[in-house]
């Protein structure tokens, strides 16, 4: 069996999963941690973004995945998720640089 394949049927469930319990873990490292409270703030940001991109799936984007449109609609679901992802890449860099 071609592993793309296999792939392809449990990739979705397995990223929404991963992008969960991550989310959940780096909230819990915050919140036991106590990193001061900007340091608090950012990273339970970061871990209630992941949180919130596993919960809303991404669109379609240039014909990936395969048999999809290469240009498709910008749905309700899209935009959230790239909203949720928002503090996820603004706060690791900015959670790295105040701790």
Avoid at 18 to 37: D, I, K, Q
Avoid at 70 to 76: D, H, I, Q, R
């Amino acid at each position: 069996m071609n592993r793309l394949v296999l792939c392809g049927v449990l990739a979705g469930p397995l990223f929404v999963l991963t992008f969960l319990v991550t989310g959940a873990l780096v909230v819990a490292f915050a919140l036991s941690a106590r990193p001061g409270f900007w340091g608090t703030l950012l990273i339970s940001g970061i871990g209630i973004g992941l949180i919130g991109s596993g919960v809303f799936t991404t669109d379609p984007v240039n014909g990936y995945p395969p048999g999809s449109p290469a240009v498709s609609e910008y749905t309700w679901h899209g935009l959230l998720h790239d909203l949720f992802a928002i503090p996820t890449f603004v706060g690791w860099p900015i959670a790295c640089s105040s701790a």
